[in-house]
């Protein structure tokens, strides 16, 4: 089975690839061209995996790409991901989270409608809630560029399914996280800066908003769901969650105490840090999931918090030359 990966050289682009491999695929990855390689996360499979040139951005080049492979399933994974860079450069974000998807869908449109497509949704969908916890059903509500997009690109999803029967699928999932997450987003930020203190390397973190709450699970569980969806006999979208919330502040004490760290003596507070509108609360319900994928979650907050903690310190040492 071939199976092509957009964002392969993201978070959970990589992933998906390992757990690809495993099941015995042969994994295509988009890569866009940059003036240096930019393959960390992928290092380890490079051998394992074919890497292909294009651009959400480009229609023609996804075009080329899904005609030479003509790969089973398609896994749309790429996006401009961060958060407040959307409200610098809303047309971007746009231009390749929402009307990307659109341009990968018209691509197996125009190759062969029969090849799966899979759709990275988001819990920013739901922005402002407007239930607790949040389900598939749940309307809408984004507070970002980037959430307005997304918003745009699970319909478009939705359409393309109900338009030409294709086989396309949103799986609307929940923060998730790892080592392999960037360094801006708030969960590795926060264990990257523990272990930082802890070694002497910083003294303080400043941060935004400690009050927001996510629900956060483990990457390497989320991207079993993202291919459970396309084993399925009917296209369906899912929440993906662990069902569980905690706040920044838990985030930020969890990770402190597991260095011994009193957290209040270095955490500063950075209005600048502080977004233009806040997605305050997220809770997702997966019981859909549960009862039709078999998904279940293996790894709790604590031992996610545990992990990276322990992935940072490994990895600062070693940067550092420390013993
Ligand atoms: P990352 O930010 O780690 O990865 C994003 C990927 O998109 C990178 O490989 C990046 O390539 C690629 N990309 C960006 N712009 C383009 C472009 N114009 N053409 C081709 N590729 C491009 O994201 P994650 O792995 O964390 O997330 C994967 C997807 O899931 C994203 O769509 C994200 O919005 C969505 N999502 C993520 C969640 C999470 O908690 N992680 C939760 C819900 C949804 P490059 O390396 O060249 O920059
Ligand atoms: P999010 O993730 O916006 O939920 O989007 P992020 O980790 O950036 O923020 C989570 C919450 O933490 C608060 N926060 C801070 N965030 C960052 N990045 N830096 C800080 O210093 C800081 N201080 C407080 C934020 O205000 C927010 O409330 C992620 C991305 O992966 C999206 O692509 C994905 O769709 C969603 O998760 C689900």
Redesign the pocket.
């Given at each position: 089975m071939k199976a092509l990966i957009?964002?392969?050289?993201?978070?959970?682009?990589s992933y998906l690839a390992d757990f690809l491999l495993d099941k015995g695929c042969e994994v295509f990855g988009?890569?866009?061209r940059?003036s240096t390689e930019?393959f960390e996360r992928i290092n380890h499979l490079r051998d394992r995996i074919t890497l292909v040139q294009?651009?959400?951005?480009d229609q023609v080049s996804m075009i080329k790409v899904i005609d030479e492979i003509r790969p089973a399933e398609v896994y749309?994974?790429?996006?401009?991901?961060?958060v407040p860079t959307s409200w610098d450069q809303p047309v971007l974000t746009g231009e390749?989270?929402a009307l990307?998807a659109t341009r990968v869908l018209e691509a197996i449109k125009v190759v062969d409608p029969k090849i799966k497509f899979y759709q990275?949704?988001?819990?920013?969908m739901f922005g402002k809630v407007v239930e607790v916890p949040q389900t598939e059903k749940t309307p809408f509500y984004p507070r970002s560029p980037?959430g307005v997009a997304?918003v745009y690109a699970h319909w478009i999803t939705v359409n393309y399914r109900e338009s030409y029967n294709m086989f396309a699928v949103s799986g609307i999932?929940?923060?998730?996280?790892s080592p392999r997450?960037?360094l801006e987003?708030v969960t590795r930020k926060v264990t990257y800066g523990a272990a930082k203190i802890k070694l002497g390397l910083a003294s303080e973190l400043r941060m935004g908003n400690l009050d927001a709450s996510r629900d956060w699970g483990y990457?390497k569980d989320y991207v079993q769901a993202m291919w459970l969806m396309l084993q399925q006999e009917k296209p369906l979208d899912y929440v993906i969650s662990s069902e569980r919330t905690h706040t920044v502040r838990q985030l930020v004490e969890a990770a402190f105490s597991c260095l011994d760290l009193d957290w209040k003596k270095h955490i500063k507070i950075d209005r600048r840090l502080v977004r233009p509108a806040e997605v305050d609360q997220l809770l997702g319900n997966s019981a859909k999931a549960h009862k039709e994928l078999g998904w279940y979650p293996t790894t709790s907050f604590e031992e996610l918090v545990r992990i990276m903690v322990d992935a940072d310190m490994k990895l600062l040492k070693k940067q550092n030359n420390i013993a």
């Open positions: 957009t964002g392969i050289t993201g978070q959970d682009g988009m890569v866009r940059s930019n294009a651009d959400l951005m749309n994974l790429a996006a401009m991901s961060f390749v989270t990307g990275a949704s988001s819990s920013e980037y997304k999932l929940f923060n998730h996280e997450r960037g987003f990457a």
